[in-house]
């Protein structure tokens, strides 16, 4: 069975505010590149047969993906269409605001100079329809917004599931495909 791995990037101060990042370039804290080191090993020491690294350009998560090869000596490669969704005017704001969180159920919603939902999961679903047909589970490196994308790629939601959907920093996850 085939598989690809995600891992959202390390934490960033904007994290610990809680505000959304988007593709505001913010970098990681001290704590950030613990977390990042910290999957490294985990990924030296176990047996999931990833094979390369992609990530974002943002330097949140390429700096993690730098981390987790520097501790797996696995390949890294920049991939442009992991960079995080554009937020637009929500971008710096509480990641729990009302209006952000209605603007997330609109599918087609630009976010006022952003990009919508529809428009990034045009770019995400190819590279995983593209990942598929590769030797070897790659780790995909990126952001919140990337995750609920890949998410319902593999698993079908609601547009709330979809909204709500989130993981940690650096959290590890494995996606089979059919």
Not at 167 to 174: D, H, S, T
Request: charged residues 25%; aromatic residues 8%; neutral net charge.
């Amino acid at each position: 069975m085939r598989a690809v791995y995600f891992t959202r990037h390390g934490e960033t101060v904007w994290n610990v505010e809680n505000k959304i990042c988007g593709v505001t370039d913010i970098p990681l804290t001290d704590r950030g590149r613990e977390q990042a080191r910290a999957l490294g090993r985990q990924l030296a020491a176990g047996d999931a047969g990833i094979t390369r690294i992609l990530c974002s350009p943002l330097v949140r998560a390429r700096e993690t993906a730098e981390l987790i090869a520097a501790e797996t000596g696995l390949p890294l490669a920049v991939e442009p269409r992991l960079r995080e969704q554009a937020f637009g005017r929500y971008e710096g704001t509480p990641r729990n605001g009302a209006a952000f969180a209605l603007a997330k159920l609109h599918f087609a919603d630009r976010f006022g100079g952003g990009e919508s939902m529809l428009q990034l999961a045009g770019r995400i679903y190819p590279l995983l329809d593209e990942l598929r047909g590769q030797d070897g589970p790659a780790l995909l490196v990126a952001h919140n917004g990337i995750a609920r994308v890949v998410q319902s790629y593999f698993t079908e939601m609601t547009n709330e599931e979809y909204a709500l959907f989130g993981i940690p920093n650096c959290a590890l996850v494995r996606y089979d495909y059919p």
